[in-house]
């Protein structure tokens, strides 16, 4: 999957040590609906849903903390996701976290983090139509 140029000067300039497996959670979620995309934020590795038509955007996602060695994905309206995802953590009304030790856990999310994906993409393309 190729990311824009923006995205990979980022992953130049953090030579994050789990840098393969974030790469993984890009490939992952951006495959789950043709409307994912990646972006830098605030100097913030983010991705979620993008309309081709009007360029509006909903972020899912963004890797925080990432100057640790694990990898953290805050999903900021994580709470409205449709549906049970058992490894998002949280209970507030909005923000909910997903952590991942290594490229490992990753793998064995993978379905989880297509239906997060999936979810998000026909809950905001259905808001969009609003």
């Known amino acids: 999957m190729k990311l824009s140029a923006e995205v990979e000067a980022w992953f130049k300039a953090k030579q994050h040590p789990q840098e393969k497996a974030i790469r993984r959670v890009l490939v ?13 934020q605030y100097g913030s590795l983010n991705f979620g849903y993008e309309n081709a038509e009007d ?13 640790k060695k694990s990898i953290s994905l805050m999903f900021g309206n994580g709470a409205k996701i449709p549906g ?32 997060i994906a999936a979810a998000w993409c026909k809950l905001k393309s259905g808001a969009a139509a609003e």
């Open 28 to 40: 992952i979620s951006l495959g789950a609906d043709p409307q994912m995309r990646a972006w830098i």
């Open 55 to 67: 360029r509006t955007r909903g972020m899912l996602a963004a890797f925080v903390q990432v100057a």
């Open 84 to 115: 049970k995802f058992p490894h998002l953590e949280g209970s507030g009304p909005n923000a909910r976290l997903m952590r991942f030790k290594d490229i490992a856990e990753v793998e064995a999310r993978a379905g989880e983090l297509r239906r």
